[in-house]
Each structure stands twice: as structure tokens, then as C-alpha cells.
């Protein structure tokens, strides 16, 4: 079975209409062995902020230690959203298995007049997927109710309801206590309470159904106390989560303890949040809350393979909680925030969460399914100066007329009834001044199509023969006929791209009749993201996007970005924010290593003493260095984690002495402290590891505004012998760093700043190592120099066995890093690997080397 088969496959459930009841979800797990039967569950129900607090839950349980599955719904832009583990999206080969495994048994169910719906069977897919990669905790996201709900098939060990609201009465019943009643249905069967946000009715009916529960709020005559402490950044805030360790643990009846073990003394956290507005303490108290419940099964059980859930594990974990189109502001100026709102309370929240923020006139583009209450939306909104309506790519989509009309009825005069969400965006854009806000909101799916135009990567590729093309073509899962007659085409200018349905077929069409070739996926769903590769000259690319200007549904910004990518224009999307020169600006740049520490690998301890690591700078820049990377902690397979103060204490004095010397500074660390210290002492560029995974690092680096390298790793220090599954290990690093690339820039660090590293070696095989260095000319999709290290890695075991041993290969691996754009090579022997910069250089300019 093919991708696009099986994708299709699970699509086409969506017709069957949804019916109460765990019954089929239930035969559906037994047919495929009741997977998961190790695994802790937690449920997370509700009316609004289920994403927000799941995440925050997954979040905190992966930095107390756990290996954790996250399954939420819908999704923004790809279904492999939907289910995560420990971060990181379902594979595509995954859902093929998993369909193919299972398509025969829902035939012949749907035969007998039992089909399963779509959210039924992508449920089990999760649980599936979450025991075939033996994760430690699974949290999962309910999605209608709870008693009734797919999610239900499992038994949680810890869960929740967020809050209740009236919502899908047609289903779950017309009154808050009815809402209340299924909701409750999700409290975990061994008597751990159930934790809920809720208030009067609801709460009274979750404490009839559940029995005992935890309640969490701000008015203090809750279980845990949390406080919100408003907006401090434009992306974050400060939020408090108390449990007083005087309060009686005991339940009042059955003796069973009601706060969870690792606050039986107390909690008094307060940190930030990745996440804005008020509703989301509450979420964060929740996810604290769950938190505890779970640790404390794994310490019932004797298990001690987390970490105890202290404090700072649970301020890190809060605020590494990322949710992207939950009040997401993607610029400031103008202000722009997506949010996926879709229903009266959540816009309200919104609207609560937009007045702390100072803008000049409002402009919303806004689009909702027809099944929502849009009157009660709208009316929640804050006056807007312009409203553009639109219909996001689904059957489900109300008319942008129908949403006009309500608009106009609440007063507001300069209401447009757009079609597609594209073009309604870039409408509004030419309406927005810098000054203003510009609001998506009304649909997660009016959001996730906004959003893509952000993050939508036109990747540059390398196809010199047929046999890549053929590559490339089954790399987006064109069908068999579309390889066979397009991938002799494809020996090209060649582009990959993601667009949707309507925006495919158009290119299709277009760059056919220009002489161009247009590869797209099979899959046919309409409204989901489909990938397509374009291949032509670069006259066919200019012709295709000159029409493109003229058309719809989008397109004119998807011309203007391959213009970009193409260079077909001379105008730049980047806007400088330093004229400095930069090593890397005039070609090929060598970075030194130098390993201030006793047990980095290759070079652990040759420069530990302070005077010999001073002696060894000087050393690499005469041998050639332009940059002089300096780091006090291995990030090699085992290495033990080093103290801030041991680090500053290695690399300052370091960096001090050197810092008068003619080449840039870069500190290579992970934790912001000492990045600061570093760059007080006179260094010039930050080296993270972990991809500004701390979001102090990135309030610092902007804070600075120095150059930072961006790397994509899996663990730091790399763990010896996990395997990480990736379907296209290029094209699922650039998705990566380029939501770490959007993440930086909303913190303030503008894209021409960022250097980004494919981090070879770290998670990644010999092969796919030496794959990544073979297409690096791929990470030009990201607008950002790109740095390779590489020097004397176990990438080359094969052919050099030993670390002292691989000098002459990795100096031929720089001259292909070198050849194929690398902007940085980090390297432990400079004089040689400046040698193959140089040759490399010659090449592509003969006359520069004179004689």
C-alpha cells in the first residue's frame, strides 16, 4: 500500500456520521491486540483549552523524564500532527502500516453496517503508534464529551475537564449538567480524583458523577490556587500554581490520598508560559496537577525512571509548552495573532487576551464551520475596523456571506465576504498599517490554512540523473504513473513545495502549458496539504509566476516566495539589521573547535588546562580559523551534565584571553547563563545545541542581538543507540528547524541572524549523516547560512575507523559541504580543512588565487 492509499483511505471515513459509543473503538483495539495495555493514559476532556493543557502535561512529564505520546485534534496543517511522540509527528510509513494492517477488518465492517468513523479509527492509530514506540505515558485529547468518546476505550490513570460550556448540544445534551455528566464519565477508576477547572453546575454534577475531584482556580477557595501575572513579553506570561502544604490531603471519605505524592508538602511555582491569556494559568495548574498524578503511579510502582517533579522541572517543562495557533502572535508590527477560537467562550478569551496589547485599529479575517453558534462569536469580538470573511477548504465551511451578514448585523460597517483564506489574509494585509492588529480567528482550520503560508517550505532540489528523480517523486508520494512518465521531466530546475488541493491543480495545469513539469502527491482529500514537486528552466519558473500574480486561493504569495527561492528577483524579503561583516559573508567559513573540558570527544582534555586552551587558539588562527568555537560541556553519547558555574569557570577566563585576538568568538552551550557570561567576556555568536530549545536563550540572543547557530537535535548529550524514525531525514529536519526558525523569530531574533546546523551525528545514523550532507543544498528553503559539523565523527567509522584516524575524511567532507553551500564547517584540524575551503573557493573563482 502506498502513503497516499492509505491517507486517502482514512479520509474517506469522514462520511460516516459519528455515533456514541466506545463499542467499535473497543473491537477495533482488540482486533489489533489491545495495544497499550503498559501504558499510562491520562484523558484530558473539556469544552475549551483541551490542546493547551495536554500539551502542557506532555510537556512537563518529557522534562521530569518520561517518554511521552501526545494525541490531540484537529490538526493544522498534516494529520501526523495529531500524534506525537516526544515531540516528534507519526511518520508516514507508520500510518501506511498501520492502515494497511487494518483496512480489510474495517471493510468488513463497514459491509456489516458498522463503520468506524475517521476520529474512531485515527484514535487507535494513536494508541497503536504510542505501543509500537514503548512510550512511557500517552495524553490524550478528548474529542466529543468524554463517556462516549473514542478516547474512552482506554482506562486513564489520571484525567481532567477543563471547562464546560454548552457545545454540541445535539449530541451531548442541552444543559451543562447533561454536558457535565458525559465529561465526567472520563475520572480515572481507581479513585484518583478527577482534576477540573469547572465551576457551579458543571462542578457540582463532575462531583455527583466523579466522586472525588481536585479543583483548580484563581478566587483561592480552590484545591491549587493559580495566578495569572499578565503578558511579559509579546509571547509570554507569567503564571503561579499554588497547593498549600498545610492542606488536608486526606479524601473525605475513603481515606485515599487526594493531592498527588510529589506535592504532598506543598507547591508554590510561578513561571512562564509560551502560551498568553488568563485561561491559560488555569490549563497550566491542570497539566501541574496531572503531572503529579502520574509520577506518583510510577513511584507507587517502584519505577525510578524520571526524575523527581520538582520545581524547576516544572518551570522548564511550563514553559517549553508550545501550541502553535493558540493566540499565536506571529508578528509585531503589524500585531498579528492567529487563533483557532471556535466558539463564543474561547473568542472571549481571545478578545480578554488582545486588550492587553496596544495597536491602533483592529482587522479580523474570519472564517467558522456552519455548525458553530457564529452570532455569539462575532459578538465577542472586539469592534473591528475592517472584517474580511472566508471559507476555509472544507465541506464543512460556512459561507463567507452567511459570516458577512452577521457581521454587518452587529453594526460593523466595513465588512467583505471573501472566499479562500489565502487571498482574504493578503486582502488584509494591504489594509493593515504598522500600528495595527491584524486578527485570523473563528476556526482552527480557517488558522491552519493562514499559518501554512508561514511555514510552507519551497525547497531547492538536487536532481542530476533520473534515479534522484525518481527519488524526489516518490519522496512526495506521487503515484506510480506520475514517477513513471514525470521523473525524465524532473532532470531539472527542481523545486519540492507543499499547497492544497485547489492551488495543485492550478500549478499543474499552468506550468504544463508553459513547458514546465508539476509532480503532485496522490492524495486526493480535498482540504489537506498536498505535496508537489515543480520542475523547469528558470524562463518556464518566470513565466509561471508572472500568471500566478493574477490568480487566487493563494498563489500570488506562493510565486513571490519561489521568485525568492529562485532568485528571479532582485528585491530581498529580509530586511538587515546590521551592516557588520560577517566570517561567513565572503564564502566558505572555518570554525575551530576548542574543548575546554576532559571528556569531549576527540580533543577531552587537550585544552583543559587554561593556559594550553589559550595556546590552542592562538594555534587555530594562525593555522586559518575564521571563528574559534569554544565549549565547556560534552555533548558526546554519555557525557555526565556539567554545573553553570563549572561551565562559565572553563570557558570565560578562555574566552577573555583570547577575545583580543582577530577572529569571532563563539561560546557552544546550552544553557543561558552561561551564554550570557560568555558574552559579557567577549564572545560574539551563541552555539546551542539544543536549538534554542530554552526559551532564555532566546530572550537572551535577541536581548544580545548576536548571531546564533540553531542546531536540530534529538538529546543533548546524544543518548548512544536511540534510533529515531524519520521519513525523509532532510525534509523532516528542515520541518523542525523551521518551527524553531518561527519560534526564535517571535522572540525577537530576526531570521538573518540565525545560522542554522543540520547536527550530523546527533540522532541521525552514518547514513543519514552523510544524506544530509549530500543534499545540503536543501536547507537553503530556510533563508539562513547554514553551518555543518562534522569533524572526525562516527559518520565515518566505516571509513576511518578510529577518531585519530579520520582527519583525510572528514577533510574530503568539508570539500562536499563546501561545494555543496555550506556557509560554516566546524572542524577540529583548520589548516587542513582550510585547504579544501580554499580549493572549493577556487573553483568557483579561478582568478582569485592569482599566478
Known amino acids: 500500500m502506498e502513503y497516499h492509499e492509505a491517507v486517502d483511505f482514512l479520509f474517506d471515513l469522514r462520511r460516516f456520521q459519528v455515533r456514541p459509543g466506545i463499542e467499535s473503538a473497543a473491537a477495533l483495539r482488540s482486533e489489533l491486540g489491545d495495544p497499550g495495555s503498559d501504558i499510562r493514559f491520562v484523558q484530558v476532556a473539556g469544552s475549551n483549552g483541551k490542546g493547551s493543557t495536554a500539551k502542557l502535561t506532555e510537556s512537563v512529564l518529557r522534562e521530569a523524564g518520561y517518554s511521552v505520546g501526545l494525541y490531540t485534534s484537529p490538526h493544522l496543517e498534516t494529520l501526523n500532527e495529531r500524534i506525537q511522540v516526544d515531540g516528534r509527528p507519526i511518520t508516514d510509513h507508520a500510518i501506511t502500516e498501520f492502515v494497511e494492517q487494518v483496512k480489510p477488518w474495517l471493510i468488513d465492517r463497514a459491509a456489516d453496517g458498522e463503520p468506524l468513523t475517521f476520529f474512531e479509527v485515527v484514535t487507535l492509530l494513536g494508541i497503536w503508534y504510542f505501543d509500537q514506540q514503548d512510550v512511557d505515558v500517552a495524553v490524550l485529547e478528548v474529542g466529543l464529551g468524554g463517556e462516549f468518546d473514542a478516547t474512552s476505550v482506554i482506562d486513564p490513570i489520571a484525567s481532567c475537564v477543563t471547562t464546560i460550556s454548552l457545545e454540541h448540544t445535539s449530541v451531548l445534551g442541552d444543559t451543562i449538567e447533561e454536558i457535565a455528566a458525559t465529561k465526567a464519565a472520563v475520572a480515572p477508576d481507581d479513585g484518583t480524583p478527577l482534576v477540573t477547572g469547572t465551576t457551579g453546575d458543571a462542578l457540582a454534577t463532575l462531583r455527583a458523577d466523579a466522586g472525588d475531584v481536585l479543583t483548580i482556580g484563581t478566587d483561592g477557595t480552590t484545591d491549587v490556587t493559580v495566578g495569572y501575572d499578565g503578558r511579559v513579553t509579546t509571547t509570554e506570561s507569567q503564571i503561579s500554581v499554588s497547593i498549600p502544604g498545610d492542606r488536608d490531603t486526606e479524601s473525605s471519605g475513603d481515606g485515599t490520598t487526594r493531592f498527588p505524592a510529589p506535592f504532598a508538602d506543598g507547591l508554590n511555582c510561578s513561571a512562564r ?284 504569495t506562493i510565486a513571490a516566495d519561489l521568485r525568492e527561492q529562485l532568485g528571479l528577483t532582485a528585491e530581498s524579503t529580509a530586511t538587515a539589521t546590521s551592516t557588520e561583516h560577517r566570517p561567513w559573508d565572503d564564502g566558505t567559513a572555518v570554525m575551530g573547535i576548542l574543548n575546554v573540558t576532559p571528556d569531549s570527544f576527540y580533543d577531552g582534555g587537550d585544552f583543559f588546562d587554561q593556559d594550553a586552551a589559550i595556546e590552542g587558539a592562538r594555534a587555530l588562527v594562525d593555522a586559518g580559523a575564521d571563528i574559534i568555537d569554544i565549549g565547556g560541556e560534552s555533548t558526546r553519547p554519555g557525557a555526565e551534565p556539567v554545573s553553570v558555574a563549572e561551565e562559565i569557570d572553563r570557558v570565560v577566563p578562555v574566552i577573555e584571553a583570547v577575545s583580543e585576538l582577530d577572529v569571532a568568538i563563539s561560546v557552544d552551550t546550552r544553557k543561558a547563563a552561561v551564554a550570557e557570561a560568555a558574552l559579557d567576556a567577549g564572545a560574539d555568536i551563541v552555539n546551542d545545541v539544543t536549538g534554542l530549545d530554552d526559551s532564555a536563550m532566546r530572550e537572551l540572543v535577541a536581548d544580545r542581538e548576536v548571531p546564533v547557530i540553531l542546531m536540530h537535535s534529538i538529546d543533548a548529550p546524544v543518548v548512544p543507540d536511540k534510533e529515531i524514525d524519520y521519513d525523509d531525514v532532510v525534509e523532516d529536519i528542515l520541518a523542525v528547524l523551521n518551527e524553531r526558525l518561527i519560534l526564535a523569530e517571535k522572540a525577537g531574533i530576526p531570521r538573518e541572524r540565525i545560522i542554522v546546523d543540520p547536527g550530523l551525528g546527533f540522532g541521525k545514523t552514518s547514513a543519514e549523516s552523510f544524506e544530509l550532507l549530500d543534499r545540503l543544498g536543501e536547507f537553503d528553503a530556510l533563508g539562513c547560512p547554514v553551518l555543518v559539523g562534522h569533524s572526525r565523527k562516527s559518520m565515518f567509522s566505516k571509513i576511518d575507523s578510529e577518531p585519530d584516524d579520520r582527519r583525510d575524511a572528514t577533510v574530503a567532507a568539508t570539500a562536499l559541504a563546501a561545494e555543496r553551500g555550506a556557509d560554516i564547517v566546524r572542524v577540529h584540524d583548520v589548516a587542513e580543512n582550510r585547504s579544501a575551503v580554499d580549493v572549493v573557493a577556487a573553483l568557483d573563482d579561478p582568478d582569485s588565487i592569482g599566478g
Open 273 to 556: 508560559l509560551a502560551l498568553l491569556g488568563e485561561h491559560q494559568a488555569l490549563n497550566a495548574g491542570i497539566a501541574t496537577t496531572l503531572a503529579g498524578q502520574v509520577v506518583e503511579t510510577f513511584d507507587e510502582d517502584g519505577d525510578d525512571t524520571a526524575a523527581t517533579l520538582g520545581t524547576e522541572t516544572l518551570r522548564r517543562g511550563l514553559r517549553n509548552a508550545h501550541w502553535p495557533g493558540r493566540f499565536e502572535v506571529l508578528e509585531t508590527e503589524p500585531l498579528t495573532v492567529f487563533d483557532g477560537a471556535h466558539n463564543a467562550d474561547a473568542i472571549e478569551k481571545v478578545a480578554e487576551t488582545l486588550s492587553t496589547f496596544e495597536y491602533d485599529d483592529l482587522h479580523i479575517v474570519f472564517g467558522a464551520m456552519h455548525d458553530k453558534p457564529h452570532a455569539e462569536m462575532i459578538a465577542a469580538l472586539p469592534t473591528p475596523t475592517s472584517v474580511i470573511t472566508c471559507r476555509p477548504n472544507l465541506d464543512r465551511a460556512e459561507d463567507p456571506a452567511v459570516l458577512a451578514r452577521c457581521f454587518e448585523t452587529e453594526g460593523i460597517e466595513s465588512v467583505t465576504a471573501g472566499e479562500a483564506v489565502a487571498d482574504a489574509v493578503s486582502e488584509a494585509e494591504t489594509r493593515v498599517g504598522p500600528d495595527d492588529c491584524l486578527l485570523v480567528t473563528g476556526s482552527l482550520f480557517a488558522v491552519g490554512e493562514a499559518r501554512s503560508a508561514v511555514t510552507r517550505l519551497d525547497i531547492p532540489k538536487r536532481v542530476d540523473d533520473t534515479a534522484t528523480a525518481t527519488d524526489v517523486l516518490d519522496g512526495i508520494h506521487a503515484t506510480a504513473g506520475d514517477i513513471d512518465s514525470g521523473h525524465e521531466k524532473t532532470v531539472h530546475r527542481t523545486i519540492a513545495t507543499r499547497v492544497d488541493d485547489r492551488q495543485a491543480a492550478i500549478l499543474r495545469e499552468q506550468f504544463a502549458a508553459l513547458g514546465g513539469n508539476c509532480v503532485a502527491s496522490g492524495v486526493t482529500t480535498p482540504g489537506e496539504r498536498h505535496e508537489l514537486v515543480l520542475s523547469g528552466t528558470l524562463a518556464e519558473f518566470r513565466a509561471l509566476t508572472t500568471q500566478l500574480a493574477d490568480c487566487g486561493v493563494g498563489l500570488p
